[in-house]
């Protein structure tokens, strides 16, 4: 029977065809190893069973037989020995091979026993000294087979020992069978380029001549019979390393099954192995992490969608709660370890990216990919080229933009396989989804090899978004859980039901005794609704504004019974004391009086921390019911059994049916709840325009382009030039029509054509100084040539507004007069974000009290800012102002009070209190200030004149980032650590990003109060992810740095 092809490495071959191997071994019989025989391909014989193995001293090499007392092979070896010790001149490829073939024919019934034999004998060799060389001339063919013959059955034991001996200090591998070992093993991973030499050489110092070069000396005077016993003998007494099988049995089916889903994705093939072309581990990973035991029909209908499988562009929309993350999730895990490509993943909301950058760093520990998160101040521009592992970047809309941007100047963006974003009917919305469209026109504009996977619950004109991304679609009405719809006019419930005439059919009265004080209280019935569910299933009620859902909050704690404080008391007392923690002895007042019956508000106005621990007591069931605002529906998944929307309003604005349907989507919990019930509260006035919202389609997503022209259009012309995308104005106009506006150019107004309007933003742009170049009527169609200038450059790499670009020059050019470093406020201010002063209205008392605390030359910088003290004066006294003050300039600095003040204190809630501004506004100045300050750092790179403010921009935006204590920074890098969890851990004794890495989760609970199970395991796995991040990025300098160059002169 010919002998079958053998895996590469032992450690690869799966463990199936192992077994598969030993059981055609036959019992060893007294004869020689010549006697046994392989069964033959046509079944003669059923194959012996395998003998059971075990790890004793009795049995010390495993499985793996041994022929170490076989007198007929010694024998063999020794007629082999003797033969070619008489002829020292023999050709190195031919003694190899005969040597090999010999061994081969005497063991050919293990593959195991060959490469034991064959190890000791031939070793291969990069060594120029070596005692045996070869003529260069020699063909390196016999190499490469002998060398793959000699490998290819490496017992996992013996690799692992050849590693492990890899990694001491070469003082330590002293040995010639060591130094063989090594030799082999590193030969082996250099594809056998390099001569064979004897593995037991020791004489290095042996003159050689010219002629002789080409012949060598294969046997030295120690007997090789006396080496093979030496080296089986050290094998069987040599300590076996204390590695699990069964992990080797595991890593090697992991290893091969994403060998064969790389293999059947690349044929696209429909049967790609066992979980959808991934490793078996996946869906391990799956359960044992989020509980997913199978997957819903639809998502197995959209996974084997011939468009996926042929990498094509997807949408797909399914209802709120309907898995459409698990989808994506799988997808991005297909292009990670069977495409070998890096993903780029863009959500709306910072939280959210945190979220998704814990939930999946678990997954990237266990399958070997990078996590690494762009928010905020964080990210990397251009990110680290990695040579192994691949990264997934799970980014922001302006962060994704960004990185899209780099990638696309250092001409790696085909390394960005897959591109996924949810939510994206963000493409309708403001400036953040001009920017978004932004992003993905250049991504389809650039690279044909990327693929985009859009996901969202509320699109209505799809055949838009299908003609701009070129992309595939696919819907589904699904629902884990069923939803029924309520509105609630005074104390009658209405089924929503559009087989009605008016769309409502009655469905009940609501029964719930009010007295009078109560009736006055409580007029839309919300205690009634509310006390139908809670405490034993949960509960959300969304209000028009933050003040609103406070006092509901307050209301219903107030009138409900004495019972309900007996349900999880000790956890609600746990969770006040947290939140005074987080408060430095503070706790919100309405959050003390509420809490004890398991009732919280949730808004913007709280802080990252406070958030934080009242969505994980929600989760856990602590709370109960949540009072919250629209962000609630469009940030975390806090789903209910029982949503209420308390008016058909966000703020002043009356309802859109996407919100609409956000809002409802949250009632009903996967696996928990049978139905979910949405009741909206409608005031009569309101019936008619609530009939209209519940019944109507979905809103149409526009293009955002024109609309947001400084973040929209012009950022975008002026970034096309910029990377070279578009240089001429007809590449420009080709380059706008494959966008959403082009799209739909139209609706556009007939006042002016695409083309007219693109030619009015390029001549601004040239006005503004950001391109040079020429667009006027006679060369409008020529192919004249824009460039950009280096103003242009910095603002389109810090990702710096246009309205603000040119103002911002100059304030650093004016800083560079006089830039006041007695402390800090000066740099603040420059770093101050230019768009949050329009909702800044100072309080002029406080102002002029800061202004007095300041010392003479802070006082100064006031001065060369543009707030004189006598406007301040007067404004707090009430005086009439005669001069001219810029008052953006005021409010900027009155900001700039607030942050200077929090980055001394680094405690937002006495800096809440000193400035008379809520928490959660405080905390949103000090995510954008941290966020602008990390764009203003990449606009001075650019620019040579500024280059006295990289070093400070750095070091003040980590400031900013993490206001802190500095030895707690380590511990917030990590992704959902927040200040008062990076305390508890400090005082728990975890002070580095290492500590935590190597944290054990069942210690970690035990040390840190209200810290759950799967808390800890997400922190663990976030801060190792961290660590291998930081640990790969170190590598791949040090391997950039020991690179040889390509172009050393005089080396060809």
């Avoid at 959209?302 to 989808?327: A, D, F």
């Avoid at 962000?631 to 998944?637: F, H, I, Q, R």
């Avoid at 109507?696 to 955002?704: A, Q």
């Avoid at 950022?715 to 082009?742: P, Q, R, W, Y």
Wanted: hydrophobic share 35%.
């Amino acid at each position: 029977m010919a002998e079958p092809k053998l895996a590469v490495c032992r450690k690869n071959r799966s463990s199936s065809e192992r077994k598969r191997r030993r059981a055609l071994v036959q019992p060893v019989a007294a004869s020689s190893p010549m006697a046994r025989k392989r069964p033959s391909s046509d079944g003669e014989g059923p194959p012996a069973e395998a003998p059971f193995s075990n790890d004793s001293e009795e049995d010390m090499f495993g499985d793996y037989d041994s022929f170490y007392g076989n007198d007929s092979l010694i024998a063999q070896v020794a007629d082999i020995e003797h033969k070619y010790l008489q002829d020292k001149n023999i050709d190195v490829k031919a003694a190899g091979e005969i040597v090999l073939g010999n061994l081969q024919s005497g063991v050919h019934q293990k593959e195991q026993d060959n490469f034991s034999a064959s190890q000791n004998v031939v070793v291969l060799k990069s060594d120029k000294e070596g005692a045996c060389q070869m003529c260069d001339s020699d063909p390196a063919d016999g190499n490469q087979e002998l060398a793959e013959s000699v490998l290819d059955d490496l017992p996992s034991s013996q690799l692992l020992c050849f590693e492990k001996m890899d990694e001491l200090p070469s003082a330590s591998r002293t040995s010639p069978i060591s130094e063989g070992r090594n030799e082999c093993v590193n030969s082996f991973s250099d594809k056998i380029r390099d001569p064979l030499s004897y593995a037991g050489a020791e004489h290095r110092d042996r003159p050689t001549d010219s002629s002789s070069r080409s012949k060598c000396v294969l046997f030295k005077s120690e007997s090789l019979k006396d080496h093979l016993k030496s080296a089986m003998t050290g094998n069987a007494r040599a300590q076996t390393l204390q590695v699990s099988k069964t992990k080797q049995l595991k890593e090697a089916v992991l290893s091969e099954e994403i060998f064969v889903a790389r293999k059947a994705i690349e044929s696209s093939s429909l049967d790609i192995g066992p979980f959808y072309g991934l490793p078996s581990k996946v869906k391990e990973l799956f359960r044992q992490l989020r509980g997913i035991e199978t997957l819903y029909e639809w998502q197995h209908d959209c996974l084997m969608l011939e468009s996926l499988q042929q990498r094509k562009n997807l949408i797909y929309s399914l209802p709120t709660s309907g898995g459409k993350t698990l989808v994506a999730e799988i997808i991005i895990l297909q292009e990670l370890l069977c495409r070998q490509k890096d993903v780029l993943m863009i959500l709306p909301y910072v939280a959210i990216v945190q979220e998704k950058v814990r939930g999946l760093s678990s997954f990237g520990i266990e399958l070997g990919f990078l996590v690494e998160e762009y928010a905020g101040s964080k990210g990397r521009f251009p990110p680290i080229k990695r040579r192994i592992k691949k990264s997934l970047y799970i980014a922001t809309i302006e962060k994704g933009h960004a990185l899209v941007n780099s990638l696309i100047e250092t001409e790696r963006i085909n390394d960005l396989g897959l591109v996924v974003v949810d939510e994206l009917h963000m493409l309708g919305a403001g400036s953040r989804g001009a920017v978004l469209e932004i992003t993905l026109a250049k991504i389809l504009y650039t690279s044909k090899k990327t693929q985009i996977v859009g996901m969202s619950a509320t699109l209505n004109n799809v055949g838009d978004l299908q003609k701009f991304l070129q992309a595939e679609y696919y819907t589904n009405n699904f629902r884990p859980v069923e939803l029924k719809e309520y509105i609630k006019i005074r104390d009658t419930i209405y089924a929503v039901d559009s087989k009605t005439q008016n769309g409502f059919a009655f469905s009940r009265l609501l029964n719930f005794k009010y007295s009078s004080n109560l009736e006055k209280a409580d007029p839309d019935h919300i205690i009634a609704l509310v006390t139908e569910v809670i405490p034993k299933y949960s509960c959300l009620i969304f209000c028009p504004t933050k003040k609103n859902s406070e006092n509901v909050a307050s209301m219903v704690s107030k009138y409900l019974k004495k019972e309900f404080r007996a349900h999880k008391e000790k956890e609600k007392q746990d969770l006040i004391k947290n939140l005074k923690s987080i408060g430095n002895g503070t706790v919100c007042p309405v959050l003390k009086q509420t809490i004890p019956f398991g009732i919280a508000y949730h808004h913007s106005g709280l802080t990252n921390d406070e958030r934080k621990s009242i969505e994980e007591a929600y989760s856990a069931g602590v709370l109960c019911l949540l009072a919250c605002t629209a962000t609630l529906a469009a940030g975390v998944n806090l789903p209910a059994r029982r949503v209420i929307l308390r008016a058909p309003y966000v703020g002043n604005d009356f309802l859109k049916k996407s919100q609409y349907k956000q809002m409802t989507g949250r009632a009903g919990r996967a696996g928990i709840d049978s139905a979910g019930e949405s009741i909206l509260i409608v005031q009569e006035k309101d019936k008619h325009l609530v009939q209209d919202l519940v019944h109507s389609p979905l809103e149409n997503c526009y293009s955002n382009l024109l609309l947001e022209l400084t973040k929209g259009m012009q950022s975008l012309l002026l970034s096309l030039v910029g990377l070279k995308i578009a240089v001429t104005h007809e590449e420009v106009d080709n380059f706008m029509c494959c966008t959403l506006l082009g799209v739909q150019q139209q609706l556009l107004s007939k006042e002016k054509s695409f083309s007219e309007i693109i030619k009015d933003g390029l001549e601004n742009l040239i006005e503004k100084g950001l391109l040079k170049g020429g667009i006027s009527e006679k060369d409008h169609n020529s192919k004249s040539t824009l460039t950009i200038t280096p103003l242009g450059k910095a603002t389109y790499k810090g990702s710096i507004d246009l309205a603000y670009c040119n103002i911002l020059y100059r304030e650093l050019k004016k800083g560079l007069e006089g830039l006041v470093l007695e402390s800090n406020l000066h740099l603040l201010y420059l770093s101050t974000p230019y768009d949050m002063t329009s909702t800044c209205s100072p309080d002029w008392m406080i102002y002029l009290r800061q202004f007095n605390q300041l010392s003479a030359a802070e006082q100064k910088v006031a001065d060369i800012v543009g707030v004189p003290e006598s406007f301040i004066t007067k404004m707090a006294s009430g005086q009439a102002i005669r001069k001219n003050v810029d008052n953006a300039v005021v409010n900027r600095f009155y900001l700039t009070f607030v942050l200077y003040t929090l980055l001394k204190e680094t405690n937002i809630w006495s800096v809440s209190e000193k400035f008379n501004l809520s928490r959660g506004y405080v905390q949103n100045l000090l995510n954008s200030a941290a966020s602008f300050a990390s764009c203003l750092l990449h606009f001075c790179e650019e620019l040579e004149e500024f280059w006295v403010y990289k070093a400070l921009l750095m070091e003040l935006t980590k400031q900013l980032t993490y206001c802190v204590k500095t030895e707690l920074i380590p511990l917030m890098e990590v992704a959902g650590v927040l200040e008062a969890r990076a305390k508890q851990l400090y005082n728990a004794g975890y002070k580095t990003l290492a500590h935590l890495a190597n944290a054990n989760p069942e210690t970690l609970v035990r040390m840190i109060e209200h810290l759950s199970r799967r808390q800890a395991k997400q922190i663990i796995s976030s801060a190792k992810m961290l660590l291998s991040e930081k640990a790969e990025a170190l590598q791949e300098e040090v391997e950039e740095l020991l690179k040889v160059p390509t172009d050393i002169p005089g080396i060809h």
